[in-house]
């Protein structure tokens, strides 16, 4: 360029400046197809190559993210199941429990009943079974006690047994009818 410069001075025609000149075209035409070449041989396929790594690579992760997102899903569903099943199981083993419970409390309730009314029976039969010795022992008391009343009374002793036992028994007989009498009255 300079050498086009000095010479178009010296021989006088104009030149433009800022166009070049044929051959420096030509040259840079010739370095920019070589380079050209060069990166179209060699440098653009590895880099493609290293493009489709980074492409492949990325849906590879993008995959694998997706994936792991579809089993973070299916662990939640199956957890969420498995936590309702949990929690129909509880409200199945309280409703089974306070079943139970009532169950327990009426089965208790009978059993004092059951055992209140044989202490009951048991106590009846024991007063009972007391009333009739004490009623044997007062029998043989009142007996003796009337006889030697009546003999008393009649101023001789009554030794006849016969005699004596009817003599008591028929006092025996009046005292619980007018006994009965007198409960029959009061309860009225």
Known sequence: MINGV??????GE???PLIPQWYDIVGSLICFVVILIFFWIYALPRMQKLLDQRAEAIE???AKADEAQHKAEALLEEYTAQLADARAEAAKIRETARTDGQQIVAEAKDNAAAEAARVTATAQAQIEAERK???VSLRGEVGSLA???ASGVVGEVLTDDKKAQAIVDRFLADLESSEKAEKAGSSN
């Open 14 to 16: 104009t030149i433009n």
């Open 147 to 149: 006889i030697d009343l």
């Open 60 to 62: 590879g992760n993008i």
């Open 6 to 11: 000095i010479r178009a001075a010296t021989e």
């Open 133 to 135: 010795s004490a009623l």
